[in-house]
C-alpha cells in the first residue's frame, strides 16, 4: 500500500529546526506557486522518507507512538492524519522547495518511525531472550509486509536486540548498513520460517526490524500470553 503526504515547511529547508517552539505550530505555507516539483533520486527519496521519520518522531512523539500501537485501521488513519504538514524540519540537501510530496511504502514508514522512536529511548536496556516457537503478535496486520517478515522480525528482536540496535545506528543505506545485515544473518536464518525465501531489500528488511524491536521495548504482549506457546 503506497502512501503519499505533502509536508508543508515553515522553514526554508536547510534552516535549522527550532526545538523549543511547540510542535504543532501553525505558520501557514509560503510555498510559492512557480516552484518546480522537486526530482530526487531513489537514494535521495529514501533519505527524504528517513529524515521526515525522524522529525516527525521527535515533533509528534505521541501520535507517532499511536498509530504504531494502533490496532485498526480507523485508528491508524486517525494518528497518521498527524503527520500531514508537519513544520519546522531540516532536510538540508534532500530538496529545494517548500512543498513535496513523499512517496512511502506503509511498512518502510511504520519502520522508519520506529527507528526515530528507539533512538529516542537509547537508556532503554533490552536484553536478549530465549526464542519462541511460535509468534504470533496482532499489529502484524496492519504493517502491509508479508507475515514470515514481520514473524522473523519479531523473532530477532528477541534473540538479538543488540544486532538490530547497531543495524540501526548504521547510516541509511551504506556500506555499514551492508555489514551490520551481514552480523546479524544468522540470527535472521534462525528465524525465518522453514520454507519461505527472504527476498527483502536492505531498506525492507532494516524498517522490518526496527518495527520489531519497538514492539518488543513499548509494545509487548502480555507474559501470559507468551507463555502459553
Not at 529524515?51 to 480507523?74: H, I, N, P
Not at 517548500?98 to 526515530?116: C, P, Q, S, W, Y
Amino acid at each position: 500500500m503506497k502512501l503519499a503526504f505533502a509536508i508543508l515547511l515553515a522553514l526554508a529547508l536547510g534552516g535549522a529546526a527550532n526545538a523549543s517552539e511547540p510542535a504543532d505550530t501553525k505558520t501557514g505555507s509560503r510555498v510559492d506557486p512557480n516552484l518546480r516539483p522537486v526530482v530526487n533520486a531513489r537514494g535521495n527519496a529514501d533519505q527524504l522518507v528517513y529524515r521526515f521519520s525522524e522529525c516527525a518522531a521527535a515533533r509528534r512523539t505521541s501520535r507517532v507512538k499511536a498509530m504504531l500501537d494502533a490496532r485498526t485501521d480507523t485508528a491508524y488513519k486517525k494518528e497518521y492524519a498527524a503527520l500531514y504538514d508537519i513544520q519546522r524540519c531540516d532536510f538540508g540537501g534532500y530538496g529545494d522547495a517548500d512543498t513535496f510530496k513523499i512517496n512511502a511504502d506503509r511498512g518502510v514508514l511504520r519502520g522508519l518511525l520506529a527507528e526515530a522512536l528507539i533512538k529516542q529511548s537509547a537508556a532503554v536496556a533490552v536484553a536478549p531472550l530465549p526464542g519462541q516457537r511460535v509468534y504470533a503478535r496482532d499489529w502484524y496486520e496492519m504493517t502491509g509486509r508479508p507475515r514470515p517478515l514481520d514473524e522473523m522480525a519479531t523473532c530477532v528482536a528477541d534473540i538479538d536486540p543488540a544486532g538490530i540496535s547497531a543495524l540501526l545506528h548504521t547510516p541509511l543505506g551504506g556500506k555499514e548498513e551492508g555489514a551490520a545485515i551481514g552480523a546479524i544473518s544468522p540470527s535472521l536464518g534462525t528465524c525465518l520460517a522453514v520454507g519461505y525465501k527472504l527476498s527483502a531489500n536492505a531498506l525492507s528488511l532494516r524498517t522490518a526490524l526496527a518495527e520489531g524491536l519497538y514492539h518488543r521495548m513499548y509494545d509487548a504482549p502480555p507474559k501470559s500470553v507468551e507463555a502459553a506457546k
